[in-house]
């Protein structure tokens, strides 16, 4: 999550249904929770142990106090309960639940069943399991996903609905219209050959609180992807689960090689007045997709049409 530079303009493909076209419509994103992805390894990095076992009991017993106390605020704040005696019920709460835990952690390793040659090893495992249980819960946050390129045939095929959606096209806004207040922060997905996340890194983001650590820990649960994604040029914004205000200004909207006219029609009708018009055409001799712009009048001829009944005078 460092600053770098994105690109002016970003593309979220989608299929046409009343859910997208409402989002459309009303200037809504709807952010996912990234676990019912169709990658089945989003926010799911492999924990690797380079600490000593000291340290990742002070990182279960951090994530886990931190956690706790979140949800114990956030509970007690429904009923109107925000004093100091909630806080440090809050505190007290998760204490008990950090010290609950590492016993539990420190009595299974006992278990001689458990397939490890001695409690060390067996406690050491067990702490890596939980802080990768306490890692997920601690990323709740919602996904929204774009794209750099608004042509990639790949795209339009799995995130398109098979070419018969729409892509809409956002850019961002400027100093001037945001009146002082913050813009987005757009993340760009690092592709890489290995999930691996280090305990030592785990320890610098939550133990010592360093700035550098906690970019590298969001960036390698929430932004990190295989290499075989990267013809996606994939972006993402990371807001709460479900539908939120759009921070971006919607620029154009481009549709799909197969989409239907009559729904192309309800759109242009619709938005006529504020963005552009698309439409992805086949390049004649190759596989290239190829966009060209539409005019809203031209569409808005055709569209409502009647029917054929009443063009003709009775006989």
Same mark, same amino acid.
């Given at each position: 999550?460092?600053?770098?530079?994105?690109?002016?303009?970003?593309?979220?493909?989608?299929?046409?249904?009343?859910?997208?076209?409402?989002?459309?419509?009303?200037?809504?994103?709807?952010?996912?929770?990234?676990?019912?992805?169709?990658?089945?390894?989003?926010?799911?990095?492999?924990?690797?142990?380079?600490?000593?076992?000291?340290?990742?009991?002070?990182?279960?017993?951090?994530?886990? @106090?931190?956690?706790?106390?979140? @949800?114990?605020?956030?509970?007690?704040? $429904?009923?109107?309960?925000?004093?100091?005696?909630?806080?440090?019920?809050?505190?007290?709460?998760?204490?008990?639940?950090?010290?609950?835990?590492?016993?539990?952690?420190?009595?299974?390793?006992?278990?001689?069943?458990?397939?490890?040659?001695?409690?060390?090893?067996?406690?050491?495992?067990?702490?890596?399991?939980?802080?990768?249980?306490?890692?997920?819960?601690?990323?709740?946050?919602?996904?929204?996903?774009?794209?750099?390129?608004?042509?990639?045939?790949?795209?339009?095929?799995?995130?398109?609905?098979?070419?018969?959606?729409?892509?809409?096209?956002?850019?961002?806004?400027?100093?001037? @219209?945001?009146?002082?207040? $913050?813009?987005?922060?757009?993340?760009?997905?690092?592709?890489? @050959?290995?999930?691996?996340?280090?305990?030592?890194?785990?320890?610098?983001?939550?133990?010592?609180?360093?700035?550098?650590?906690?970019?590298?820990?969001?960036?390698?649960?929430?932004?990190?992807?295989?290499?075989?994604?990267?013809?996606?040029?994939?972006?993402?914004?990371?807001?709460?689960?479900?539908?939120?205000?759009?921070?971006?200004?919607?620029?154009?909207?481009?549709?799909?090689?197969?989409?239907?006219?009559?729904?192309?029609?309800?759109?242009?009708?619709?938005?006529?007045?504020?963005?552009?018009?698309?439409?992805?055409?086949?390049?004649?001799?190759?596989?290239?997709?190829?966009?060209?712009?539409?005019?809203?009048?031209?569409?808005?001829?055709?569209?409502?049409?009647?029917?054929?009944?009443?063009?003709?005078?009775?006989?």
């Amino acid at each position: 999550m460092y600053p770098i530079d994105k690109p002016e303009k970003i593309y979220r493909y989608q299929k046409i249904d009343l859910v997208t076209m409402n989002s459309l419509f009303h200037d809504k994103l709807y952010f996912s929770d990234p676990s019912k992805f169709n990658d089945a390894f989003e926010r799911s990095p492999v924990i690797t142990g380079d600490s000593e076992i000291d340290d990742l009991r002070l990182i279960l017993r951090k994530l886990i @106090e931190e956690r706790t106390e979140r @949800e114990a605020l956030s509970l007690l704040s $429904k009923v109107g309960l925000n004093d100091i005696k909630a806080i440090n019920f809050s505190k007290k709460r998760g204490d008990e639940r950090a010290r609950f835990s590492l016993k539990d952690v420190a009595y299974m390793a006992t278990n001689p069943d458990n397939g490890f040659s001695d409690i060390n090893t067996a406690e050491y495992a067990g702490l890596i399991r939980k802080i990768d249980d306490e890692i997920k819960k601690n990323y709740t946050k919602g996904v929204c996903c774009f794209s750099s390129t608004m042509d990639n045939n790949l795209l339009w095929s799995h995130y398109g609905d098979s070419h018969s959606g729409f892509c809409i096209g956002y850019e961002f806004f400027n100093p001037e @219209e945001l009146n002082g207040n $913050k813009g987005p922060d757009l993340h760009k997905v690092d592709y890489r @050959e290995k999930r691996e996340l280090l305990t030592s890194l785990i320890y610098k983001a939550v133990i010592h609180d360093n700035i550098n650590a906690k970019n590298d820990l969001d960036s390698k649960v929430l932004l990190q992807k295989s290499k075989g994604w990267e013809y996606e040029k994939e972006w993402r914004l990371l807001d709460n689960k479900g539908s939120q205000e759009s921070s971006l200004k919607l620029i154009d909207v481009t549709f799909g090689l197969r989409c239907d006219y009559s729904m192309i029609g309800i759109i242009v009708n619709v938005l006529k007045d504020r963005v552009k018009f698309y439409k992805i055409y086949d390049a004649e001799k190759s596989f290239e997709l190829q966009r060209h712009e539409l005019e809203p009048c031209e569409i808005l001829a055709e569209y409502p049409r009647g029917t054929t009944r009443y063009c003709f005078s009775p006989i």
